[in-house]
């Protein structure tokens, strides 16, 4: 059952932006970051969510998609996220967040893709365009955006060869493939 769930969880870069998602729904996502494992228990991180078309047009400009996909840009109108959620990393309350986000975006994720819902994680960010548009207190880092909505493209896993190329592409039918190492291959003792 988890695996099916991991092998659903992909990155999403392109949404059926019309299909709205509700606070609600964003902040039961954020609820399964909540409960999740945090260093020292100290749970440093903050979210801002953004489910309505004028602050998430707002977030939009402020992000990179897909770094292999070098003729592509991003996401279309009408194939926009329909949803963000920011994490923040409070240094009121710690100065490092080690890979707490990492958990809370993985778990926000795999409980959007048991909704039915899509996601990116997304790292590239303009940090500080974006602080401005949204007007984030300076003792937040930013540390991830989140992508979220209903999927409007097909993202298929495959196991790369040995010694293969890693890189995810899209072939001419606009399917998304994502080459997986083998399984020997990242196990090592």
Not at 20 to 26: A, D, F, M, P, Y
Not at 96 to 102: E, I, L, M
Not at 178 to 185: G, I
Request: aromatic fraction near 6%; charge should be negative.
């Amino acid at each position: 059952m988890i695996k099916e769930l991991i092998l659903k969880n992909r990155s999403y870069r392109r949404f059926s932006q019309e299909d709205g998602i509700e606070g609600q729904v964003l902040r039961e996502l954020v609820d399964l970051a909540r409960l999740s494992p945090s260093a020292a228990n100290l749970q440093p991180l903050k979210y801002i969510l953004s489910y309505e078309p004028e602050t998430n047009a707002q977030v939009f400009p402020h992000l990179a998609w897909a770094g292999y996909l070098k003729d592509w840009a991003g996401p279309d109108e009408g194939e926009r996220p329909s949803a963000y959620i920011i994490i923040l990393g409070d240094t009121e309350i710690s100065k490092s967040f080690g890979c707490d986000h990492g958990i809370a975006a993985q778990s926000i994720l795999l409980g959007a893709t048991e909704k039915g819902l899509g996601g990116c994680i997304i790292g590239t960010v303009q940090r500080e365009k974006l602080r401005k548009a949204l007007d984030i207190l300076s003792r937040y880092e930013i540390l991830l955006v989140l992508a979220l909505g209903k999927p409007k493209e097909e993202v298929v896993v495959e196991t790369a060869e040995p010694t293969g190329d890693i890189k995810y592409w899209r072939d001419d039918k606009g399917l998304h493939h994502v080459p997986k190492r083998p399984l020997d291959e990242v196990i090592i003792g």
